[in-house]
């Protein structure tokens, strides 16, 4: 146990914009519990990376956040294995289509599980830990939480969830613990693709010209934990302006 050096959770920690959020964090000075469900390789290569700059510096969890236990297993486990608590990232989330009249209770229940519920009750269970270190929440929530993305309906009611959990767990958790959201434009494109008109399309409407890197994010989740001291309940939206336009 290092004990010594502060600890956040970072969820869906091994890959893409969650993998630019441990790698910033880390060398913030962090020491990260990087939680995946499938992604143990990814997860695996990070952690052997970041361990070669700092020893002892990762620990690695795994966990489907649609399983109810998961969320008070992974702060018992940090705490267990590390004897403190400085900080939560909610940055898991699943993302896929779900069309008017195509759409199914499982997929709606998939889309809230990783994007609202889950975040709720890490919040819940890490709520002790923070508090007596006088710690911090970011929660990845998406410009879509406030103008809905379409055929994706249940994923932008999800992200919306998650802006005004955001500002409810403010409240509830201040003043120890301050909690803030970052809602992304676009800086990667889907896994599945994007066809090149929507991606050209979707540029023009941005004022910036071009996508969001995951280290901008990363860098805004760090300035949110470490800096922003007298910020709680708000979301930043880190959109390259898109929502300037509506």
Do not use: C
Not at 29 to 52: F, K, M, P, T, V
Not at 182 to 190: F, N, Q, R, S, T
């Amino acid at each position: 146990m290092s004990g010594s050096r502060p600890v956040v959770l970072v969820t869906g920690g091994a890959r893409r914009i969650g993998a630019a959020i441990v790698a910033r964090l880390h060398a913030a000075g962090y020491d990260i519990a990087l939680h995946h469900r499938d992604s143990a390789a990814a997860a695996q290569a990070l952690a052997a990376r970041l361990g070669e700059l700092r020893a002892d510096s990762i620990l690695l969890l795994r966990g489907d956040l649609a399983d109810d236990a998961t969320a008070p297993r992974l702060v018992a486990e940090v705490l267990a294995r590390r004897g403190r608590l400085d900080a939560l990232v909610n940055n898991a989330s699943a993302f896929f289509p779900t069309p008017l009249g195509a759409a199914t209770p499982a997929m709606w229940d998939t889309l809230f599980a990783s994007n609202a519920r889950a975040p709720f009750f890490l919040a819940q269970a890490a709520a002790p830990a923070l508090r007596a270190a006088g710690g911090a929440i970011v929660n990845l929530a998406d410009v879509h939480g406030e103008t809905p993305l379409r055929d994706h309906a249940p994923y932008s009611a999800a992200k919306a969830a998650l802006l005004m959990l955001t500002r409810a767990l403010a409240l509830e958790l201040a003043p120890e613990v301050r909690v803030n959201a970052i809602a992304p434009g676009a800086v990667l494109w889907p896994e599945q693709g994007k066809p090149p008109a929507e991606r050209e399309a979707l540029l023009a409407r941005t004022p910036l010209g071009r996508l969001g890197t995951p280290e901008e994010i990363a860098e805004a989740v760090r300035w949110l934990i470490q800096d922003a001291t007298y910020l709680t309940g708000q979301t930043l939206r880190l959109d390259g302006g898109r929502s300037l336009a509506g």
